[in-house]
T-cell receptor
Framework: GENVEQHPSTLSVQEGDSAVIKCTYS??????FPWYKQELGKGPQLIID?????GEKKDQRIAVTLNKTAKHFSLHITETQPEDSAVYFC????????????FGRGTQLTVWP | EAGVVQSPRYKIIEKKQPVAFWCNPI?????LYWYRQNLGQGPELLIR????????DSQLPKDRFSAERLKGVDSTLKIQPAELGDSAVYLC???????????????FGPGTRLTVL
């Protein structure tokens, strides 16, 4: 199946600093890259997504960049807040219309006040 | 608008016992997914439904797992008999069929945490 590598597995930052999480994928047919935030005891919640016809997308403090040539995409969170603390998952499809998503192993982000 | 509803939230059973999970997707969402999330990992797809039809069940261990979505709305995932390795969180997700090209947003429920003793 599609391998999605996600780094780092844990990330600790001070409140107000930026956080960056990176993912790489292997299948060049992939055309959809969502990011999910999962808080303890809850299901994953979509925070931002990007399609392959776009190189960057921003929503307030959150941005995602996509480099199709290098097959990697990154999540950027600026001005981090303690409530940003959670596990973040990247995912990609294989360009399939079936809607199957392949997830990374997750990044535990901790924002210290 | 209500989100994806799952029940129960927690289930503890002994190995070899049966267990069932229920999911009610967001109203109007044609597509329903069941994922399994092992501890410390991302979700992995088990089965995907388009209305009442299972269109992707290649990852469902069919010897012990079964699923149904009889009227194209809510769905049930069953394990019989459960094994120790089935301990995980079982997530249900749904999506509207807007683009229909595999890029429709998937909305997840809170999951059912299964512990097999």
């Amino acid at each position: 199946g599609e391998n999605v590598e996600q780094h780092p597995s844990t990330l600790s930052v001070q409140e107000g600093d930026s956080a960056v999480i990176k993912c790489t994928y292997s299948d060049s047919a992939s055309n959809y890259f969502p990011w999910y935030k999962q808080e303890l005891g809850k299901g994953p919640q979509l925070i931002i997504d990007i399609r392959s016809n776009v190189g960057e997308k921003k929503d307030q403090r959150i941005a995602v960049t996509l480099n199709k040539t290098a097959k990697h995409f990154s999540l950027h969170i600026t001005e981090t807040q303690p409530e940003d603390s959670a596990v973040y998952f990247c995912a990609s499809n294989r360009g399939s219309t079936l809607g199957r998503l392949y997830f990374g192993r997750g990044t535990q982000l901790t924002v210290w006040p | 608008e209500a989100g994806v509803v799952q029940s129960p939230r927690y289930k503890i059973i002994e190995k070899k016992q049966p267990v069932a999970f229920w999911c009610n997707p967001i109203s109007g969402h044609n597509t329903l997914y069941w994922y399994r999330q092992n501890l410390g990992q991302g979700p992995e797809l088990l089965i995907r439904y388009e209305n009442e039809e299972a269109v992707d069940d290649s990852q469902l261990p069919k010897d012990r797992f079964s699923a149904e979505r009889l009227k194209g709305v809510d769905s049930t995932l069953k394990i019989q008999p459960a094994e120790l390795g089935d301990s995980a969180v079982y997530l249900c997700a749904s999506s509207p069929r807007l683009a229909g090209d595999g890029t429709d947003t998937q909305y997840f429920g809170p999951g059912t945490r299964l512990t097999v003793l």
